[in-house]
């Protein structure tokens, strides 16, 4: 296959993975989007296989064999609610793979075609490899740390230390001055000193970064994937690499803009870490009357309700009540009650958790709404029934000076009944009480989420 | 002079880059926020392009270094290309309508 032949075909798979991404634009297209995909992908691999270069294929097809199997078995078996660890697991791989294709290119550049007359890796190719392999040591060790977090391996609150942030800077600026030091003399002392430091920093990164911020480091850690794919795609002079690590790279950015929007967040205050977690718990807490009711009580207001509108949350998950609430949700609509669900933004640990969830329990997509789409509806509803959800709907979100101050929140207090699931009055991840607990209105339903819901369909 | 020959390759390569940026930043504007987490999970399949990178590595019949770490990184990225699609598979084929 002739070198244009080859890069004609990189175009293509390219389209392809473009036209993977604009299928998700709605359900309907998003599932022969992914099978172009699928495609475009098996076209890259393909070419590249059949080129010249590549003469031995024992070591790749046993390689694909083995991952290929691991990665079938993973995608089959995972629970939905474990998404979020699933994702960081990935773009871990992802990392880590960016790394060990710029040092194989590092120790044979003569077989990529960017080998200088000495032999050596062009001075080019060296600048782009330095930051590619940055960039993917940091995506890999820091995803490390955001899987560990999520899986509940690594402490979900904040780790901090006196000096961390310079810690961090220092570490930064060293490993500027190696991809410099590598660019000039590309000696492997400077290849691999700055890829260890930039797992480290990827590391340090990551710590101080509670688990509830975890929706923003998860589309980071996506950027940076794609940004370590078009940094190796340049070393390596590959479009397909390019194109694709460009898109990946804008679609993550584009997620933490929106999860950090939906917070009312600086992207900066949430890297630099520390929100939340158990320093917040020790919030004063207020001696107001709380109503509390039972699942029959519930079960009662909801089923003489004419709407409901379901917000879940995080606990939602955790307690593995999706299905259960569906269950709930289909029994009131038989007693011919309207029954919707609203979405925060950053409910759950990463972008979409909640719809997937619900989508996997089989509720409806229609019935699923965002939070500009049905903020308004909570003021003629009868009940909003709150199912591990917390801050997202926190009136204090409109009081100036609050920690979560103007961050954009499910209005369930418009509702004429509040009713919300909860083990305790306990704060949630942004440390401060709501206000909606000892509202009139409100009535606190005390139990773990799954259990309650169980409980309410018996009733009903 | 002529022009054509005179710009360096590695500026039509930063002029697809960029445009492909532009691309990714309006396709993925429309993705609607149910499909967030398909969404990360295909970049995620499609990000694992960079097997062609490895398989190259892995490519010639001499034992090197290099071969073993493309080799790896063959296997780092099938994990990925095989579970990323197919999870993403999995999870668009829940996303149904009322019928």
Known sequence: MSANLTALAYLIASVLFIMALRGLSSPETSRSGNVYGMIGMAIAVITTVINPEVVSYTWILTAMVIGGGIGAIIARRIAMTDMPQLVAAFHSLVGLAAVLVAAAAFYNPAAYGIADADGMLKLASRIEMGIGVVVGAITFSGSIIAFGKLQGIVTGNPITF??????????GAVIVVLVVLFAIGPESEWFWGMTLLAFALGFLLIIPIGGADMPVIVSMLN????WAAAGIGFTL???ALIITGALVGSSGAILS???CKAMNRSFISVLLGGFGGDTAVSATRSDKPVKAGSADDAAFIMKNASSVIIVPGYGMAVAQAQHTVREMGDLL?????KVTYAIHPVAGRMPGHMNVLLAEANVSYDEVFELEEINSDFSNTDVAFVIGAN???NPAAHEPGSPIAGMPILDVDRARTCLFVK???????AGIDNELFYADNTMMLFADAKKMVEDIVKAL | MDLANSIDPFIYRLAIFVLAIFVGYYVVWS???ALHTPLMSVTNAISSVIIVGALIAAGPVEMSLSKVLGAVAIGLAAVNIFGGFLVTQRMLAMYKKKQ
């Open chain 1, 423 to 429: 083990r305790s009055l306990s704060p949630g991840y």
């Open chain 1, 333 to 337: 609509k038989g007693h011919g009650v």
């Open chain 1, 391 to 393: 801050d997202v709907t």
């Open chain 1, 237 to 239: 002079e590959n479009t």
């Open chain 1, 257 to 259: 803009y929106i999860m």
């Open chain 1, 162 to 171: 006196p000096g961390q942030h310079a810690v961090n800077a220092l570490m």
């Open chain 1, 223 to 226: 950027s940076y994937s794609g």
């Open chain 2, 31 to 33: 993705v609607t926020a």
